[in-house]
Protein backbone atom coordinates (compact mmCIF):
# COMPACT_ATOMS: atom_id res chain seq x y z
CA UNK A 1 0.00 0.00 0.00
CA UNK A 2 2.88 1.98 -0.28
CA UNK A 3 2.95 2.46 -3.88
CA UNK A 4 1.01 5.12 -5.70
CA UNK A 5 -0.42 2.57 -8.33
CA UNK A 6 -1.64 0.28 -5.06
CA UNK A 7 -3.22 2.90 -3.46
CA UNK A 8 -5.04 4.18 -6.71
CA UNK A 9 -6.08 0.91 -7.22
CA UNK A 10 -7.61 0.35 -3.96
CA UNK A 11 -9.09 3.78 -4.27
CA UNK A 12 -10.56 2.84 -7.58
CA UNK A 13 -12.08 -0.80 -5.57
CA UNK A 14 -13.55 1.66 -2.85
CA UNK A 15 -14.78 4.65 -4.81
CA UNK A 16 -16.96 1.75 -6.85
CA UNK A 17 -18.36 0.44 -3.55
CA UNK A 18 -18.97 3.89 -1.91
CA UNK A 19 -20.34 5.11 -4.79
CA UNK A 20 -23.63 2.52 -4.28
CA UNK A 21 -25.24 4.99 -1.49
CA UNK A 22 -24.95 8.33 -3.93
CA UNK A 23 -25.85 6.98 -6.67
CA UNK A 24 -28.85 5.75 -4.96
CA UNK A 25 -29.38 9.21 -4.37
CA UNK A 26 -28.46 11.13 -7.38
CA UNK A 27 -29.75 8.51 -9.89
CA UNK A 28 -33.14 9.82 -8.59
CA UNK A 29 -33.17 13.37 -7.99
CA UNK A 30 -34.77 13.91 -12.07
CA UNK A 31 -37.32 11.08 -10.94
CA UNK A 32 -38.53 13.35 -7.70
CA UNK A 33 -41.43 15.05 -9.61
CA UNK A 34 -42.04 12.28 -11.91
CA UNK A 35 -42.52 10.00 -8.95
CA UNK A 36 -45.00 12.47 -7.24
CA UNK A 37 -47.24 12.72 -10.21
CA UNK A 38 -46.90 9.10 -10.42
CA UNK A 39 -48.04 7.60 -7.19
CA UNK A 40 -49.87 10.46 -6.47
CA UNK A 41 -48.16 11.96 -3.96
CA UNK A 42 -47.89 16.09 -2.97
CA UNK A 43 -44.61 17.38 -3.48
CA UNK A 44 -43.18 17.05 0.14
CA UNK A 45 -44.10 13.79 0.64
CA UNK A 46 -42.01 12.54 -2.11
CA UNK A 47 -39.72 14.86 -0.55
CA UNK A 48 -39.96 12.33 2.57
CA UNK A 49 -38.51 9.58 -0.27
CA UNK A 50 -35.38 11.39 -0.54
CA UNK A 51 -35.06 12.60 3.66
CA UNK A 52 -36.02 8.76 4.95
CA UNK A 53 -32.88 7.33 2.69
CA UNK A 54 -30.58 9.74 4.89
CA UNK A 55 -32.39 8.90 7.89
CA UNK A 56 -31.54 5.03 7.54
CA UNK A 57 -28.16 6.05 5.43
CA UNK A 58 -26.80 7.48 8.62
CA UNK A 59 -28.35 5.28 11.35
CA UNK A 60 -27.59 2.37 10.19
CA UNK A 61 -23.63 3.04 10.31
CA UNK A 62 -23.46 2.56 14.05
CA UNK A 63 -24.14 -1.26 13.20
CA UNK A 64 -21.75 -1.75 10.50
CA UNK A 65 -18.72 -0.30 12.23
CA UNK A 66 -18.65 -2.65 14.93
CA UNK A 67 -19.86 -5.49 13.29
CA UNK A 68 -17.12 -5.23 11.05
CA UNK A 69 -14.08 -4.59 14.34
CA UNK A 70 -15.95 -7.87 15.54
CA UNK A 71 -16.11 -9.78 11.89
CA UNK A 72 -13.78 -8.40 9.16
CA UNK A 73 -14.63 -5.70 6.71
CA UNK A 74 -15.50 -8.07 4.43
CA UNK A 75 -18.47 -9.83 6.10
CA UNK A 76 -20.14 -6.27 6.98
CA UNK A 77 -20.13 -5.58 3.32
CA UNK A 78 -21.80 -8.73 2.25
CA UNK A 79 -24.75 -7.87 4.81
CA UNK A 80 -25.08 -4.21 3.86
CA UNK A 81 -25.24 -4.88 0.02
CA UNK A 82 -27.80 -8.14 0.38
CA UNK A 83 -30.14 -5.59 2.21
CA UNK A 84 -29.54 -3.14 -0.29
CA UNK A 85 -30.21 -5.35 -3.43
CA UNK A 86 -33.43 -6.63 -1.98
CA UNK A 87 -34.47 -3.19 -1.35
CA UNK A 88 -33.90 -1.44 -4.71
CA UNK A 89 -35.74 -4.66 -6.27
CA UNK A 90 -38.63 -4.04 -3.65
CA UNK A 91 -38.38 -0.18 -4.84
CA UNK A 92 -39.09 -0.47 -8.78
CA UNK A 93 -42.32 -2.67 -7.78
CA UNK A 94 -43.71 0.13 -5.51
CA UNK A 95 -47.53 0.77 -6.21
CA UNK A 96 -47.31 3.80 -3.59
CA UNK A 97 -45.74 6.67 -2.05
CA UNK A 98 -46.05 5.14 1.35
CA UNK A 99 -44.38 1.81 0.20
CA UNK A 100 -41.63 3.41 -1.60
CA UNK A 101 -40.56 5.84 1.41
CA UNK A 102 -40.10 2.75 3.44
CA UNK A 103 -38.21 0.25 0.79
CA UNK A 104 -36.09 3.77 0.49
CA UNK A 105 -35.80 3.25 4.27
CA UNK A 106 -34.03 -0.09 4.11
CA UNK A 107 -32.06 0.67 0.90
CA UNK A 108 -30.70 3.60 3.14
CA UNK A 109 -29.98 1.05 5.45
CA UNK A 110 -28.24 -1.69 2.92
CA UNK A 111 -26.03 1.63 1.13
CA UNK A 112 -24.31 2.61 4.74
CA UNK A 113 -22.57 -0.09 5.02
CA UNK A 114 -20.54 1.48 1.73
CA UNK A 115 -20.02 4.58 4.31
CA UNK A 116 -18.84 3.15 6.90
CA UNK A 117 -16.37 0.45 5.36
CA UNK A 118 -14.27 1.84 2.82
CA UNK A 119 -13.52 4.77 5.79
CA UNK A 120 -12.33 1.61 8.44
CA UNK A 121 -10.32 0.47 5.29
CA UNK A 122 -7.90 3.84 4.74
CA UNK A 123 -8.03 3.89 7.79
CA UNK A 124 -6.98 0.23 8.59
CA UNK A 125 -4.10 1.20 6.50
CA UNK A 126 -2.94 4.83 6.76
CA UNK A 127 -3.14 8.03 8.92
CA UNK A 128 -2.02 12.07 8.64
CA UNK A 129 -2.16 13.38 5.24
CA UNK A 130 -1.22 9.66 3.27
CA UNK A 131 -4.75 9.10 4.36
CA UNK A 132 -6.13 12.27 3.30
CA UNK A 133 -4.59 11.54 0.04
CA UNK A 134 -6.23 8.11 -0.17
CA UNK A 135 -9.61 9.66 0.60
CA UNK A 136 -9.44 12.48 -1.48
CA UNK A 137 -8.28 9.63 -4.33
CA UNK A 138 -11.58 7.61 -3.04
CA UNK A 139 -13.72 10.93 -3.25
CA UNK A 140 -12.47 11.43 -6.54
CA UNK A 141 -13.79 8.16 -8.14
CA UNK A 142 -16.90 8.50 -5.79
CA UNK A 143 -17.22 12.13 -7.84
CA UNK A 144 -18.16 10.28 -11.14
CA UNK A 145 -21.61 9.95 -8.88
CA UNK A 146 -22.93 13.31 -8.57
CA UNK A 147 -21.34 14.30 -12.13
CA UNK A 148 -22.88 11.24 -14.01
CA UNK A 149 -25.60 9.94 -11.89
CA UNK A 150 -28.45 12.52 -12.50
CA UNK A 151 -27.67 12.13 -16.04
CA UNK A 152 -27.77 8.51 -16.50
CA UNK A 153 -30.90 8.95 -14.06
CA UNK A 154 -32.50 11.62 -16.64
CA UNK A 155 -31.77 9.03 -19.59
CA UNK A 156 -33.47 6.18 -17.98
CA UNK A 157 -36.55 7.98 -17.02
CA UNK A 158 -36.86 8.89 -20.51
CA UNK A 159 -36.42 5.42 -21.60
CA UNK A 160 -38.27 3.64 -19.13
CA UNK A 161 -39.74 5.64 -16.30
CA UNK A 162 -38.90 6.35 -12.69
CA UNK A 163 -38.55 2.57 -11.72
CA UNK A 164 -35.56 1.25 -14.26
CA UNK A 165 -33.60 3.43 -11.87
CA UNK A 166 -33.87 0.96 -9.44
CA UNK A 167 -33.46 -2.05 -11.65
CA UNK A 168 -30.52 -0.60 -12.23
CA UNK A 169 -29.65 0.22 -8.98
CA UNK A 170 -30.07 -3.66 -8.05
CA UNK A 171 -27.58 -4.51 -10.72
CA UNK A 172 -25.30 -2.32 -9.32
CA UNK A 173 -25.45 -3.38 -5.94
CA UNK A 174 -24.87 -7.17 -6.98
CA UNK A 175 -22.03 -5.88 -9.04
CA UNK A 176 -20.37 -4.47 -5.82
CA UNK A 177 -21.33 -7.85 -4.29
CA UNK A 178 -18.86 -9.89 -6.82
CA UNK A 179 -16.52 -6.54 -6.50
CA UNK A 180 -16.11 -7.79 -2.86
CA UNK A 181 -15.88 -11.15 -3.01
CA UNK A 182 -13.57 -11.81 -5.79
CA UNK A 183 -11.59 -8.31 -5.47
CA UNK A 184 -11.16 -6.86 -2.02
CA UNK A 185 -8.57 -7.90 0.18
CA UNK A 186 -9.55 -7.97 3.88
CA UNK A 187 -7.68 -5.41 5.50
CA UNK A 188 -8.45 -6.31 9.22
CA UNK A 189 -6.62 -9.61 10.11
CA UNK A 190 -7.97 -12.26 12.68
CA UNK A 191 -5.87 -11.17 15.63
CA UNK A 192 -6.89 -7.27 15.52
CA UNK A 193 -10.17 -7.73 15.80
CA UNK A 194 -12.44 -6.16 18.59
CA UNK A 195 -14.88 -9.19 20.21
CA UNK A 196 -18.68 -7.53 20.42
CA UNK A 197 -20.75 -7.44 23.15
CA UNK A 198 -23.29 -4.53 23.92
CA UNK A 199 -21.17 -3.78 27.26
CA UNK A 200 -18.18 -2.66 25.13
CA UNK A 201 -19.72 -0.90 22.69
CA UNK A 202 -21.22 1.26 24.77
CA UNK A 203 -18.63 1.87 27.05
CA UNK A 204 -16.88 2.69 23.01
CA UNK A 205 -19.88 4.88 21.97
CA UNK A 206 -19.69 6.71 25.66
CA UNK A 207 -15.60 7.09 25.40
CA UNK A 208 -16.51 8.98 21.92
CA UNK A 209 -19.50 10.93 22.61
CA UNK A 210 -17.52 12.45 25.55
CA UNK A 211 -13.75 12.85 23.20
CA UNK A 212 -13.88 16.75 22.60
CA UNK A 213 -11.54 16.76 19.23
CA UNK A 214 -13.75 13.72 17.66
CA UNK A 215 -16.85 15.45 18.40
CA UNK A 216 -16.27 18.50 17.01
CA UNK A 217 -14.75 17.72 13.81
CA UNK A 218 -17.94 14.88 13.47
CA UNK A 219 -19.91 18.21 13.57
CA UNK A 220 -17.82 20.51 11.81
CA UNK A 221 -18.04 17.61 8.90
CA UNK A 222 -21.75 17.00 10.03
CA UNK A 223 -23.28 20.25 9.27
CA UNK A 224 -21.05 20.74 6.27
CA UNK A 225 -22.38 18.12 5.20
CA UNK A 226 -25.83 19.40 5.83
CA UNK A 227 -26.05 21.76 2.89
CA UNK A 228 -25.29 18.90 0.73
CA UNK A 229 -28.63 16.98 2.27
CA UNK A 230 -30.72 20.47 1.69
CA UNK A 231 -29.33 20.52 -1.81
CA UNK A 232 -30.16 17.09 -2.64
CA UNK A 233 -34.02 17.17 -1.37
CA UNK A 234 -34.73 21.20 -2.34
CA UNK A 235 -32.58 21.65 -6.01
CA UNK A 236 -34.64 19.15 -8.60
CA UNK A 237 -37.86 21.43 -7.59
CA UNK A 238 -36.10 24.88 -7.90
CA UNK A 239 -34.37 24.27 -11.11
CA UNK A 240 -37.24 22.59 -12.82
CA UNK A 241 -39.87 24.60 -11.18
CA UNK A 242 -38.36 28.27 -10.73
CA UNK A 243 -35.38 27.99 -13.75
CA UNK A 244 -37.35 25.61 -16.00
CA UNK A 245 -35.14 23.43 -16.63
CA UNK A 246 -35.64 19.81 -17.99
CA UNK A 247 -34.14 16.80 -16.21
CA UNK A 248 -31.04 16.41 -18.25
CA UNK A 249 -30.72 20.60 -17.84
CA UNK A 250 -31.07 20.16 -13.96
CA UNK A 251 -28.73 16.99 -14.34
CA UNK A 252 -26.21 19.22 -16.06
CA UNK A 253 -26.18 21.88 -13.73
CA UNK A 254 -26.19 19.39 -10.52
CA UNK A 255 -22.93 17.94 -11.94
CA UNK A 256 -21.63 21.35 -12.48
CA UNK A 257 -21.99 22.24 -8.36
CA UNK A 258 -20.39 18.56 -7.63
CA UNK A 259 -17.53 19.48 -9.64
CA UNK A 260 -16.14 22.11 -7.52
CA UNK A 261 -16.49 20.00 -4.52
CA UNK A 262 -14.30 16.69 -6.03
CA UNK A 263 -12.16 19.08 -7.76
CA UNK A 264 -10.81 20.85 -4.55
CA UNK A 265 -10.93 17.30 -2.29
CA UNK A 266 -8.07 16.33 -4.64
CA UNK A 267 -6.22 19.00 -3.26
CA UNK A 268 -6.82 18.31 0.18
CA UNK A 269 -3.23 16.20 1.06
CA UNK A 270 -1.38 18.52 -0.55
CA UNK A 271 -2.23 21.90 0.79
CA UNK A 272 -2.35 19.77 4.63
CA UNK A 273 1.30 18.57 3.65
CA UNK A 274 2.62 22.04 3.02
CA UNK A 275 0.35 24.25 5.72
CA UNK A 276 -1.00 21.99 8.11
CA UNK A 277 -4.33 20.27 8.58
CA UNK A 278 -5.73 22.49 11.03
CA UNK A 279 -4.92 25.77 9.22
CA UNK A 280 -6.17 24.18 5.45
CA UNK A 281 -9.47 23.16 7.43
CA UNK A 282 -9.45 26.78 9.00
CA UNK A 283 -9.01 28.95 5.86
CA UNK A 284 -11.63 26.44 3.87
CA UNK A 285 -14.27 26.72 6.31
CA UNK A 286 -14.09 30.79 6.72
CA UNK A 287 -14.57 30.38 2.75
CA UNK A 288 -16.93 28.31 2.53
CA UNK A 289 -19.17 29.86 5.27
CA UNK A 290 -18.27 33.44 3.20
CA UNK A 291 -19.61 31.70 -0.09
CA UNK A 292 -22.70 30.25 0.89
CA UNK A 293 -23.65 33.91 2.79
CA UNK A 294 -22.92 36.02 -0.38
CA UNK A 295 -25.07 34.10 -2.23
CA UNK A 296 -27.73 34.06 0.48
CA UNK A 297 -27.25 37.84 0.42
CA UNK A 298 -27.17 37.99 -3.78
CA UNK A 299 -30.01 36.12 -4.18
CA UNK A 300 -32.46 37.81 -1.31
CA UNK A 301 -31.17 41.06 -3.12
CA UNK A 302 -33.42 39.92 -6.34
CA UNK A 303 -29.68 38.79 -7.98
CA UNK A 304 -31.51 35.38 -8.00
CA UNK A 305 -30.65 34.03 -11.72
CA UNK A 306 -29.93 30.40 -12.22
CA UNK A 307 -26.07 31.59 -13.35
CA UNK A 308 -25.45 33.31 -10.04
CA UNK A 309 -26.63 30.37 -8.17
CA UNK A 310 -24.71 27.98 -9.57
CA UNK A 311 -21.95 30.14 -9.68
CA UNK A 312 -21.89 30.81 -5.81
CA UNK A 313 -22.89 27.16 -5.22
CA UNK A 314 -19.97 25.97 -7.30
CA UNK A 315 -17.20 28.31 -5.27
CA UNK A 316 -18.78 26.89 -2.00
CA UNK A 317 -18.28 23.64 -2.44
CA UNK A 318 -15.16 23.80 -3.70
CA UNK A 319 -14.14 25.49 -0.12
CA UNK A 320 -16.24 22.43 1.30
CA UNK A 321 -14.40 19.76 -0.94
CA UNK A 322 -11.33 20.71 0.86
CA UNK A 323 -12.92 20.07 4.71
CA UNK A 324 -15.04 16.75 4.44
CA UNK A 325 -12.16 14.86 3.58
CA UNK A 326 -9.61 16.30 5.89
CA UNK A 327 -12.23 16.14 9.13
CA UNK A 328 -12.93 12.92 8.08
CA UNK A 329 -9.61 11.59 8.33
CA UNK A 330 -8.40 14.41 11.23
CA UNK A 331 -11.47 12.49 13.63
CA UNK A 332 -10.26 8.92 13.22
CA UNK A 333 -6.23 9.62 13.35
CA UNK A 334 -6.30 8.64 17.32
CA UNK A 335 -8.69 5.64 16.96
CA UNK A 336 -6.73 3.60 14.94
CA UNK A 337 -7.89 0.98 17.47
CA UNK A 338 -11.75 1.47 17.42
CA UNK A 339 -11.34 2.48 13.32
CA UNK A 340 -14.65 0.60 12.92
CA UNK A 341 -16.82 1.94 15.93
CA UNK A 342 -15.41 5.73 15.14
CA UNK A 343 -16.34 5.84 11.69
CA UNK A 344 -19.69 4.10 12.33
CA UNK A 345 -20.71 6.63 14.99
CA UNK A 346 -19.37 9.59 13.27
CA UNK A 347 -21.35 8.85 10.06
CA UNK A 348 -24.18 8.39 12.19
CA UNK A 349 -24.03 11.86 14.02
CA UNK A 350 -23.11 13.39 10.40
CA UNK A 351 -25.95 12.16 8.71
CA UNK A 352 -28.63 12.74 11.44
CA UNK A 353 -27.05 15.84 11.83
CA UNK A 354 -27.77 16.24 7.68
CA UNK A 355 -31.42 14.82 8.08
CA UNK A 356 -32.42 17.10 11.03
CA UNK A 357 -31.01 20.08 9.49
CA UNK A 358 -32.89 19.42 6.20
CA UNK A 359 -36.02 18.69 7.71
CA UNK A 360 -36.11 21.91 9.20
CA UNK A 361 -35.23 23.80 6.29
CA UNK A 362 -38.15 21.72 3.92
CA UNK A 363 -40.34 23.39 6.79
CA UNK A 364 -39.72 26.67 4.84
CA UNK A 365 -38.89 25.13 1.50
CA UNK A 366 -41.48 26.53 -1.42
CA UNK A 367 -40.15 25.44 -4.72
CA UNK A 368 -37.69 28.86 -5.13
CA UNK A 369 -33.90 29.39 -4.57
CA UNK A 370 -34.66 31.89 -1.35
CA UNK A 371 -35.39 29.26 1.41
CA UNK A 372 -32.87 26.75 -0.08
CA UNK A 373 -29.94 28.92 0.13
CA UNK A 374 -30.95 30.59 3.42
CA UNK A 375 -30.82 27.32 4.87
CA UNK A 376 -27.40 26.12 3.18
CA UNK A 377 -25.78 29.51 4.55
CA UNK A 378 -26.91 28.90 8.19
CA UNK A 379 -25.37 25.56 8.57
CA UNK A 380 -22.35 26.82 6.91
CA UNK A 381 -21.91 29.71 9.25
CA UNK A 382 -22.71 26.48 12.28
CA UNK A 383 -19.63 24.94 10.51
CA UNK A 384 -17.46 28.51 11.05
CA UNK A 385 -18.61 28.77 14.94
CA UNK A 386 -18.02 24.61 15.66
CA UNK A 387 -14.63 25.21 13.57
CA UNK A 388 -13.32 27.75 15.89
CA UNK A 389 -13.46 25.42 19.02
CA UNK A 390 -11.67 22.36 17.59
CA UNK A 391 -8.54 22.39 19.15
CA UNK A 392 -8.41 24.62 22.00
CA UNK A 393 -7.68 23.99 25.44
CA UNK A 394 -5.28 21.40 24.41
CA UNK A 395 -1.45 21.65 24.84
CA UNK A 396 0.31 23.24 21.83
CA UNK A 397 2.52 20.48 21.08
CA UNK A 398 0.11 17.65 21.63
CA UNK A 399 -1.49 15.80 18.86
CA UNK A 400 -4.08 17.63 17.36
CA UNK A 401 -3.45 20.85 19.60
CA UNK A 402 -3.67 23.65 17.22
CA UNK A 403 -6.89 25.47 16.93
CA UNK A 404 -8.77 26.21 13.95
CA UNK A 405 -8.47 29.36 14.99
Known sequence: MNTSSGQMRLALILGLLGAVGPFAIDMYLPALPGVAADLGAQVTTAQYSVIAFFLTFGAGQIVYGPLSDHAGRKLALYCGLAVFIAASAGCALSSSIEMLIGLRMLQGFGAAVAMVIPRAIIRDLLTGTAATRLMARLMLVISVSPMLAPLAGSFLIGYGGWRI???FLTLAGAASFLVTIFVLPETLP??????FNAASFVRGSAGLLADRQFMLLTLVNGFGFATFFIFLANASFVYTEQYGLTPTGFSLAFAANAAGFFAASQFAGMLGDRYGMYPMVAFSVLGFATATVVLAI?????FDSLF????????????????IPSTMVMALDRLGHIAGLASSLGGTLQM???????AIAGLFFDATAGPMVAAIA???LITLVLSRFV???TEPDAPGAVGLG
Open 165 to 167: IFL
Open 190 to 195: SEKRVA
Open 298 to 302: LVFSG
Open 308 to 323: VLIAGLVVANGFLGLV
Open 352 to 358: LTGVLVS
Open 378 to 380: ASA
Open 391 to 393: GAG
